[in-house]
């Protein structure tokens, strides 16, 4: 069972900046792969970045790339995303999951848990 709080949307413009944060709680992340994924109105969930939790292997979508950083804090159970250069097609809701089965996947249906959600809007 793993547990996902994220945080850290909001209204920036074109051209800013914004940290998400994914607060993580679970009994092991041995196996665990952390991603972020978005979700646009009307368009389906979208892989953005994952990171491997024992190792800190990234892999980020290309539409992101160069922009966006995944990373994670040992010490605080947490995942972030650096968004910087935001673009008005970035504004969606931005999931963090968590897949425990070590599985270095784009697919959303690969992953177990999820957490609520947070908005991030860009306005041109």
């Known amino acids: 069972q793993v547990e996902l709080v994220e945080s850290g949307g909001g209204l920036v413009q074109t051209g800013g900046s914004l940290r998400l944060s994914c607060a993580a709680a679970a009994r092991t992340f041995s196996r665990t792969i952390m991603a972020w994924f978005r979700q646009a109105p009307g368009k389906e969930r979208e892989f953005v970045a994952f990171?491997?939790?024992?190792?800190?292997?990234?892999r980020h979508a290309d539409p992101v790339k160069g922009r966006f950083t995944i990373s994670r804090d040992y010490t605080k159970n947490t995942v972030y995303l650096q968004m910087n250069s935001l673009k008005f097609e970035d504004t969606a809701v931005y999931y963090c999951?968590?897949?425990?089965?070590?599985?270095?996947?784009?697919?959303?249906?690969?992953?177990?848990?999820w957490g609520q959600g947070t908005q991030v809007t860009v306005s041109s």
């Open positions: 999951a968590a897949n425990v089965r070590l599985r270095f996947s784009e697919m959303a249906h690969e992953y177990e848990y």
């Open positions: 990171i491997v939790w024992n190792t800190g292997y990234t």
